[in-house]
Each structure stands twice: as C-alpha cells, then as structure tokens.
C-alpha cells in the first residue's frame, strides 16, 4: 500500500509568506503542494528553498504581482501544461502528471477569478470574466486521460461556496460574490459534466459547515467565524474509494502573517 497526500493553499504572496510555507512543509510533509495566488513572476520564485526541504521538483506559472499557480512535488512531475482561460493572459491554472503507487494522476490547480464585488455581468467585467472561466471549465473530464490510465485530481481556490453549508450565512449571502445562484450553479455544472467528485464533502457531510477562507476585515475571524469554503479538491471518481481523510488546517488563519485562506489536505491509501 501506498500513502500519497496532496495539499491546496492560496497562499496570498509566496514571497511574503514563504516561512508559512516552510513550516508547512516541515511538519506536514505533503507529497504535492499546490499553490495559487502566488503573485511571483517564474523568475523570482524561490524554489531553492523548497528544494532544500526535499521538494526537488516544482513546476510554476506565474506573474509579477497578480494571480500565480505553482504544484511543489517531492515526486517527479512530468506533462506539463498551462492553459490561458478566457485569453486574458492570467496565470490562473497548471497541470502535471504525478505517479505514486503504481498510479498516474494528472494534478490540475486552478486559481478561478473572485468576480469584484457586483454579482452583474452586465456592470462588472471582472465578474464576466468568472462566469466565462467557469464555461470553459466545463470542458475538463475528469475521465479525458484514463483511456491512457491516467486519474485526475483538481485543487485550487475556485473562490465559490457552492452549498448552504460552505459559507456562515446562506441567506446573507445569496448576492454576495462567491455564492450567488449563477455561481454556485456554474461550478455545480463543472462538477457534474466533467464527473468530478468533490472529495472534501465525501469525507465531511454536506450538512456540516466548513470553511477554508475568513476574511482579513473580521475583528476576531476565529470568533465571528463568518468563513467561506472556497477551496476545492476533487478527483475522477477511481480514485474516490482510495481517500482516507480530508484535513482543513483552520488554526493555519491565526499563524503570523496569514493567509486569508487555510491549507486543505486530501490524503490517500493505494
């Protein structure tokens, strides 16, 4: 049997917090990390001290002060590809191929646009540009590759709480961006045509709440406990019966310096 475990975190700035990082690494010891918003251009990423932790192979696509999305892997990562969503030139998704026990596993690590603050497509471009992400997304099957025996797993910030229970207050937050109707229908339908299975809510019943995201503006966020479950992991459905457990690292929001977002760790047995 193998173990194999993969972790998402927005990071908010992997320059800034890459002690966060680090400490991650050291006590957790992920297989993969994946890493959005890590607003870093490729040449300025600090990679030599990932690969000093044992991570020796990262694979990045990134841009000066905006968006970024890195896979940090202590397995080997081969096919590597960045698509450029909505031709806006934002470094917003990468995947790669990681083999672990036997298995092939395309990783997919997305960063979805958050959509500004007007849930109008009509009056907020940046709002559009989410809903026509969301619409080239449902293009992604999760079964596209296992005609080769290749399984999928998609992580990220996809910066939408799709059920009542992924955000503190459904019905405050019907019109608010990140669980509007049109939003959570959206994701809902990247889910279901592309055969996703929505690993984090296989592990902990959809009538729980659960959050992996607290805004920076909350006097006491651990108090008001006013949180988002924006962060995703799903996988093609082979792969569904191999996962043990899910973690969601909450008391990662009070380290120093934190991230609005908190690590999530899917963890398997092959």
Known sequence: MTEFTVATWNINSVRLRLPLVLDLLEAYRPDVLCLQETKCPNGSFPGSELRKRGYGHIEIHGQKGYHGVAIISKLPLSDVQRKDFCEKGDTRHISAVVNSGGRSIRLHNFYVPA???????????????????????????????????????LVGDLNIAPLETDVWSHKQLLRVVSHTPVETEGLNEVQE??????????????????????SYRARDWDLADKGRRLDHIWSSADLSPALRDVTVLREARGWERPSDHVPVFAHFRF
């Open 193 to 214: 045509r592309g055969a996703w299975v929505d690993l984090v809510r296989q592990h902990v019943p959809p009538e729980e709440k659960l959050f992996t995201w607290w």
């Open 115 to 153: 959509g500004g603050d007007e849930p109008d497509p009509a009056v907020n471009p940046k709002f559009a540009h989410k809903l026509g992400f969301l619409d080239e997304m449902k293009a992604l099957h999760a079964e596209a590759e296992r005609k080769d025996g290749v399984s999928s797993i």
